[in-house]
């Protein structure tokens, strides 16, 4: 595992949302996303149409509060995530009955629909006990996502939460969101929230620096093997919050 790649894991120190719901939490804490594929040259209408469908789903009463992502940097440029937070289990069961009743998804299919080429779900849980919350997500306008493939969770997690430890001694770094994929245990997502370009410079300290300031150099260097051995592979991208697209 690369330098760098450890240096992103301590940066980002300790899952995905841009609403004031996540902040107040709730126990189970499940998020509901999208990710949408565009058609090629068809941006433009894509987005049309998905203002049309939230603005049909808001004289609907949605009772999720969605936000959509553009993919702003990384290999999946261009393309569109959209997520609601702050879930229980039987939300999901209440928001089938919602949909059913509205015909939504044949909504979105008829407007939305045409201009994709393809798009896939997926269902998040956040760690409250990893993560570090924003004062105001209102003010969030950017978030760099790095999606990690877990080869062993209780040493993934374990290194993690050695690395809040030691941030939170040092007061060194920032907010951030600790996800895992509950579709299965070997996707964890780690969301770095900020306001602007300038919220992604690393800290004047390096994260190993870090470390070996709070545990030494020795214990400093097994959290970030440990963090290596328990990882197979890592992507990372950035996203805009497109609040023109989520009807606010």
């Known amino acids: 595992m690369k330098l760098s790649v450890m240096v992103v894991m301590a940066t980002l120190v300790v899952s995905l949302s841009v609403n004031t719901a996540v902040a107040q939490g709730q126990s189970e804490n499940l998020a509901q996303g999208f990710v949408s594929v565009v058609k090629p040259g068809m941006a433009a209408q894509f987005e049309a149409a998905v203002k049309q469908h939230v603005e049909w789903r808001q004289q609907n009463n949605d009772p999720w509060n969605w936000t959509w992502f553009e993919v702003v ?25 919602w949909n059913d009743r509205t015909g939504a998804r044949a909504h979105f299919q008829t407007t939305v629909g045409p201009y994709l080429e393809s798009i896939r779900s997926w269902i998040t ?12 997500f209102n003010e969030i306008s950017l978030l760099s996502v790095t999606e990690f493939d877990v080869r062993s969770p209780v040493e993934f997690f374990g290194a993690a939460a050695k690395f809040r430890a030691a941030a939170d001694e040092a007061n060194w770094g920032g907010p951030a969101l600790w996800q895992m994929g509950v579709n299965g245990i070997s996707t964890a997502l ?22 070996t300031e709070v545990y030494g150099q020795d214990e400093a ?15 990372s991208y950035m996203l805009r919050v497109r609040s023109d697209l989520s009807g606010r």
């Open 73 to 97: 940097n990384g290999e999946t440029l261009g393309q569109y995530l959209v997520r609601s937070g702050n879930h229980r289990w039987a939300d999901f069961d209440a928001y089938e009955e």
């Open 125 to 136: 849980q956040q760690n409250a006990a990893l993560s570090r919350q924003p004062e105001n």
């Open 190 to 211: 780690l969301v770095v929230p900020v306001r602007n370009w300038a919220g992604f410079a690393l800290p004047a300290q390096s994260g190993p620096a870090m470390l």
């Open 221 to 235: 260097r097994e959290v970030m093997q440990q963090f290596g051995r328990s990882v197979r592979s890592q992507q």
